[in-house]
């Protein structure tokens, strides 16, 4: 007799420590707060809190806050590399993603003070040291805005 097993993927997450640990990104160019759902390096979640006390709104745009969409396509890149450094670290290499290019950007909607921003993050391909990444910018179940993030994976110095 058989027995038929099947495996569920176990999702993991990552918290701002880890974060930390993974981008050298820091405030005020940390874009991301946590990610959630991350499946190795296929797909995750970032999540970005919009306050109105970021240094950005004193000049995007004092009486009409609007996050900027460059650091929204930031967002959505720091989660990707967030989570090919996680699903990498077991090399024993200390590495750093850095950004190729972006195509197909779109901006649907603008993203405001009090909003959440889910940067949903799923892997086209990955050849060696460079990655290739459907990315889309979620706010209240609405896309705000969606991207291709090209990346390269390199060793950090020092």
Known sequence: MTEDVTTATELGAMSLAE???SLPHRYPMLMIDRIIDIDGDETAVGIKNVTFNEPIFQGHFPENPIFPGVLIIEGMAQTAGAIVIKHDSGTGRKNIVLMLGVD?????????????????????QRRRNVGRYEARA?????????????????EATS
Request: proline letters at 5%.
């Open 138 to 154: 979620i706010v209240d179940g609405a896309v705000i805005a969606e991207a291709e993030i090209t990346a390269m994976i390199v």
């Open 104 to 124: 197909k950007a779109k901006f649907r909607k603008p993203a405001i003070p009090g909003d959440k921003i889910e940067f949903h993050i799923a892997k086209i």
């Open 19 to 21: 974060i930390l640990k």
